[in-house]
């Protein structure tokens, strides 16, 4: 059964930086492009960060420069590298895995990431 589990959300202060991690399993991870959504109160989910099986790479204009997405197919894990947070990336945070020629999308429960002072 595919899974996928978020880790490393909490409190920091404006300016300062937090680690996400997705650790993914039940699924051949390496094939499939790996996402973090976010989604705020009253707000639609927004893609954040996408990294394709061989690394390439896409983000929001609204985290470029200050978000890094990776992926470590050894260990079946994605990560979300944020600095110089604002108030604004206050949100749950969530990984998604995708392989749209099989049509198959799993999604993690999130981790919550707060920006305040």
């Known amino acids: 059964q595919a899974q996928l589990v978020e880790s490393g959300g909490g409190l920091v202060q404006p300016g300062g930086s937090l680690r996400l991690s997705c650790a993914a399993s039940?699924?051949?991870?390496?094939?499939?492009?790996m996402s973090w959504y976010r989604q705020a109160p009253g707000k639609e989910r927004e893609l954040v960060a996408t990294?394709?099986?061989?690394?390439?790479?896409n983000y929001a204009d609204s985290v470029k420069g200050r978000f890094t997405i990776s992926r470590d197919n050894a260990k079946n894990t994605v990560s979300l590298q944020m600095n110089s947070l604002k108030p604004e990336d206050t949100a749950m945070y969530l990984c998604?895995?995708?392989?749209?020629?099989?049509?198959?999308?799993?999604w993690g429960q999130g981790t919550q990431v707060t920006v305040s002072s």
């Open positions: 039940g699924f051949a991870f390496i094939t499939y492009d």
């Open positions: 990294i394709s099986p061989g690394g390439s790479t």
């Open positions: 998604k895995a995708n392989r749209t020629v099989l049509l198959r999308t799993y």
